[in-house]
């Protein structure tokens, strides 16, 4: 019958997306009162405003940047939330970190809470990767345009920090000097970072 089918389609898709939005589900033929059904059934669980997902889904590490993903899809995950994508800290931040472009508006969002910056120009738009995790495609800025920022926030995540992920960057040879110095360039950063390039050298 096609409501089953509808039925497996929904479930199908959030088995493989993990998460969905209710207009990708009406983009596939699923009718609103087929998602209704399977939430009254609890088979189907709100996972804040505009999300839903199979209910009991195993949740993994980076479920909340693939929150973030759904819900800002033209935001780019960035400082913390990067370094701890690319292994590059043990600190778990509690929000997602995420870049949007200045001027843009900021985003309206319950879960999952976000820490937003304004980057604009090129400081927005170098050194973005899109990595598909979970069937959803994350916008992560790559480790050396991550090490510049942490030096562009440094007063804001910490001297500390933005050293140990350069130093990390460099010894997991996730990034050549020569990369980071190229985005430290794009950030106006190269003055600050420049030091500590040649105390590593």
Request: glycine share 6%; with cysteine; net charge positive.
């Amino acid at each position: 019958m096609p409501k089953a089918s509808e039925t497996e389609r929904a479930v199908r898709l959030m088995q493989t997306a993990g998460v969905v939005r209710a207009g990708e589900l009406a983009s596939r033929g699923i009718h609103p009162m087929t998602l209704s059904r399977l939430l009254e059934q609890g088979v189907v669980e709100r996972d804040g405003r505009g999300l839903y997902r199979l209910a009991g889904a195993e949740v993994s590490e980076n479920y909340s940047l693939i929150q973030a993903a759904k819900r800002v899809p033209k935001g780019v995950i960035c400082l913390l939330s990067a370094l701890r994508f690319h292994n590059l800290t043990t600190q778990k931040p509690f929000e997602v970190w995420m870049a949007i472009e200045r001027g843009a508006r900021r985003p309206a969002v319950d879960a999952p809470p976000l820490r937003v910056h304004y980057f604009s120009g090129e400081a927005f738009t170098a050194g973005v990767e899109e990595r598909e995790v979970e069937g959803v495609t994350l916008r992560v800025y790559n480790p050396a345009k991550t090490v510049a920022d942490c030096f562009k926030f440094r007063y804001k995540i910490g001297v500390d920090l933005a050293l140990e992920a350069l130093r990390d960057t460099l010894k997991e040879r996730k990034a050549t000097v020569d990369e980071i110095w190229h985005y430290a360039e794009i950030c106006r950063m190269s003055r600050v970072i420049y030091p500590y390039l040649e105390a590593l050298d």
